[in-house]
């Protein structure tokens, strides 16, 4: 069955979740005093275009083990909630400094600086609490319910993202580069492919399967970024500053599809075990091979 | 029936706010080992272990006790309670906030480590006060370790710390500030967190929905008491005495209740804030809740 994912409809399957947690997070953040707060987190979060790969993660991973969607939204948003709160602050002045975040004005630029330390501030919490008070009663065990919190939290932290992020601007060896990427990058998809695991009632040894797995399509989907960006300044000249961790950069891009490459036949592998659930693995087996091949442009309404 | 004491004269609250301190410092100190990157665990250490008084996390652990849970049960709670805070301090300090450059007499976080650090380190104890709470927290339903996450969260995002931050730097510098805005931003900015603090130790401890209410209600008066009284101490006090810059709110045109009320009668409001939240506690043992009176008029009579 494996080699059938080729025939999987990824695009509509991507797609389709993409409108339903628009709607979601769209409920989660309503405008309230002071509403200059809500406008900044809303700006972020709910940004056209944005292709919910975090929480799309989330409930394909939910969904491989008879788990129910309607039990995996809460934190499927939680998830673009941290991450939105993540990206604002990597964005700041005296982090990478960058103007534009999907092609339009970055928070801070819009909304000023402050605001933007607190509109990270504010979506962490929320998204803890979104988990908490949405999940449905008595779909999840509470218990499970603490462990997301925990990955979440852990995974947003000193030793995941935002050590990544630590790294990436005070260090430029290249030995650190792969550090970078799996703190960076490798963290938010690997706790993205935990929780649903945990949500849909996956054993400890998938959820190590999973951990593996979501690491390695996270790091494979931002060296395949990387070269695509590489290109890109290539053609036209400029570039960002403050970027030591790409991989194309500072490995060329002959080396980075070769890693690339590596990184597919790795995450395939690690999906080998869970053949035992029949079609329910395609979207996770799809999104490997997405994140390589990029057939199609994902965009949300 | 036990004749009734002097709650004052049985209960020794010097040494029960040291002792407590001691534990708190000890638990904060183990929940943060440093380890790499070791200058994102030395800045988030730098700013958790600086001292304070603990009013947070001591607060929660008295309320656990009041109702009949023990200090360990409520230690992770209590030391998350304190990590949000010094999160929330460490970001309303960097220059495009408050810009803060002395915090409890000591170099700000973002002087010492620059800015993108306490940025980080800010980020980090956040989410480290929530993984502390769900992994770390002993002996309690789930079901009430799940009620204890949505309370902090509520508490410290945009419908608590955040909101206040935000109103009051909108109002900084405004001459129309009035009561209500104030009152505003004194409940968010400081308020909300003692009300959880209170509140998440009463829930571990296994309170009644009835004493929870009860206990969230004297957290509320002392919570605006508590900065009522920074007010007044704001304009009474030298910077040695504070720890941090004083006269600052006049200096940066900071409406204040002495400014608005005047002295006398911010006095008056602190007096009847602190009576109010006492009324709370009637209804429990008295000797248990000699520590809460106290922190009560230890908060209402405090000189820095």
Redesign the interface.
Known sequence: TMSMHTKFDLFTYWTSLISEINVQLDQAIPV???E???ES?RYSVLASGAKRATPVMCIASCELFGGSRLAAFPTACALEMVHE??LI?DD?P??DDDLFRRGRLSNHTVY????A??A???????G??HI??NTPPGLI???R???V??E???A????GM??G???D??YSEESLVEFVQEKKFGELSECSAVCGGLLGGATDDELETLRRYGRTVGVLYQVVNDVLEFKKEQAEGGGKKNRNSSFAKVFGIEKAMEKAEELRVKAKKELDGFEKYGEKVFPLLSFVDYAVDRNFDVVGD | EKPKKDIDSTFNFNSYMSQKGISVNQALDKA?AL???F???ES?RYSLLAGGKRVRPVLCIAACELVGGDEATAMPAACAVEMIHT??LI?DD?P??DNDDLRRGKPTNHKVY????A??????L??????HI??ATLGVS??R??RV??E???A????G???G???D??FTGASDVGLDQLEYIHIHKTAVLLESSVVMGAILGGATDQEVEKLRKFARCIGLLFQVVDDILDVTKSSEELGKTAGKDLMSDKTTYPKLIGLEKSREFAEKLNREAQEQLCHFDPAKAAPLISLANYIAHRQN
Request: net charge negative.
């Open positions: 309230k005093y002071p200059q707060i809500y987190m709160a993540s602050h700041l005296y982090m000023g600086v402050d605001m330390i607190l990270g501030d504010a979506l962490f919490p929320l803890f609490q908490v008070s065990p509470e218990t319910l603490l462990r919190v925990s979440i939290a852990r947003v932290g000193s030793t935002a050590a992020q630590f790294v601007l005070n | 943060i380890k790499e990157p200058k994102i665990h988030m999160m929330s970001h960097l495009c906030m620059g800015e993108s650090v940025v980080l380190a800010g980020d980090a956040l989410a480290l006060a929530f993984e769900a992994n789930p079901t370790i799940v996450v949505s902090l969260a509520k410290i995002g945009s419908e710390l955040v909101a931050q935000i109103v730097i909108d």
